[in-house]
């Protein structure tokens, strides 16, 4: 799922249809995974939610790399590295008809007429720039190479403060949550509110049962008669606990 959602934001600026393709990938994996938990593999053990709390950081920098890269592709159009030399035009000495190749082999005509504008070299991946700009925006281009149009700067300037903002966020979120990792140590708090064991919602006590490979529920090894039945911690939406106990399967 991590995979899906990490190439979805990296490639999403020049391949929006990803967004598409990923979530019917991931509609597949749900149900997918939703039938062979409820039909087809054995229960699994309760590990708790330390896994999804531990990948919900991942999400959180896919999302930055999502932010940073989108800012970077938009302000890169149209990626030729081309910029029109404003106040030139093209020299004599190419004027005319022009035969050239692509790299198949293939011939492709090319007429250059008088008058026509003239370009010169302009690294437009500011990714590339040495110190690398961030964020990239408008003011980031050089002097005299400026090739984004009215449009263009007004959106590269919201995607790139946007970017930084996201990307300052999670940074300072995950350097708390190292901090806290580091630093911090956990300290039970709450409230008793005078209440006893037998009344607190959710709490189940230690009842021997055993597990069997195929059956739902565990197999109970004692006799309930003097104990609730909420605290065993589970309920069968078919049947009674009495019909899981393995001590009314004794004579006598």
């Known amino acids: 799922m991590t995979n899906i959602i990490f190439l979805s934001f990296f490639y999403s600026t020049i391949f929006p249809a990803g967004f598409f393709l990923s979530a019917f990938a991931l509609l597949i994996h749900y149900w997918t995974d939703k039938f062979c938990l409820l039909r087809n593999w054995a229960p699994a053990p309760k590990l708790g939610s330390q896994v999804a709390k531990s990948s919900a950081y991942f999400f959180l920098v896919a999302l930055a790399v999502f932010a940073v890269c989108s800012s970077y592709t938009y302000a890169g159009f149209p990626f030729d590295n081309a910029c029109q030399d404003e106040g030139s035009a093209v020299d004599d000495e190419y004027v005319g008809d022009h035969v050239s190749y692509d790299g198949n082999g293939r011939e ?41 149009n009215e449009d263009q700067e007004k959106g590269s300037k919201l995607l790139g403060y946007t ?68 605290f065993i911690g589970w309920t069968s939406p078919r049947h009674h606990h009495d019909f899981y106990n393995v001590i009314y399967d004794i004579p006598g």
């Open 163 to 230: 970017a930084l903002a996201i990307a300052l966020a999670v940074v300072v979120r995950l350097v708390h949550k190292l901090i806290s990792l580091t630093f911090y140590h956990k300290r039970p708090f709450g409230k008793t509110e005078n209440k006893k064991f037998s009344n607190v919602e959710g709490i189940s006590a230690y009842i021997p049962q055993v597990k069997l490979y195929g059956y739902p529920f565990p197999l109970i090894l004692c006799d309930l008669r003097d104990i609730d039945n909420k």
């Open 108 to 148: 492709i005509k090319i007429s250059v007429e008088e008058n026509d504008p003239n370009y010169v070299f302009c690294l437009q991946s500011m990714a590339q720039y040495i110190p690398i700009a961030f964020p990239p925006i408008p003011s980031s281009q050089p002097y005299g190479e400026e090739w984004m």
